[in-house]
């Protein structure tokens, strides 16, 4: 079993900076994907970014594409999500996601979850 716990947001203006991590227990995510999926209520949920567990493969949503950076360090057990440029729309609870298996988590089926972390852009 793997317990992930988001951390890093809050409000912020628009144009600003904010840095989300996703501590992992239970076991090693060192051989997991993960990811960040962010969930606006009334809205479908949307992946943001996913990490292979050697980091050689990320995607990004299009809506955040030279904005946002997922990186991870497996000595840690930490996930994170440098979010730059940050516009209104990107309102979300974000949420940190793990699965062995890559396609999962791109496709927004993970096995794990994280509770979530707000993060508000004000305009």
């Known amino acids: 079993q793997v317990q992930l716990v988001e951390s890093g947001g809050g409000l912020v203006q628009a144009g600003g900076s904010l840095r989300l991590s996703c501590a992992a227990s239970g076991r090693t995510v060192s051989n997991y994907a993960m990811g960040w999926v962010r969930h606006v209520s009334g809205k479908e949920r949307e992946i943001v970014a996913a990490i292979h567990s050697d980091s050689e493969i990320t995607t990004y949503a299009d809506s955040v594409k030279g904005r946002f950076t997922i990186s991870r360090d497996n000595a840690k057990n930490t996930m994170y999500l440098q979010m730059n440029s940050l516009k209104p729309e990107d309102t979300a609870v974000y949420y940190c996601?793990?699965?062995?298996?890559?396609?999962?988590?791109?496709?927004?089926?993970?096995?794990?979850w994280g509770q979530g972390t707000q993060v508000t852009v004000s305009s």
């Open positions: 996601a793990a699965d062995d298996a890559f396609y999962r988590v791109r496709n927004n089926t993970p096995k794990y």
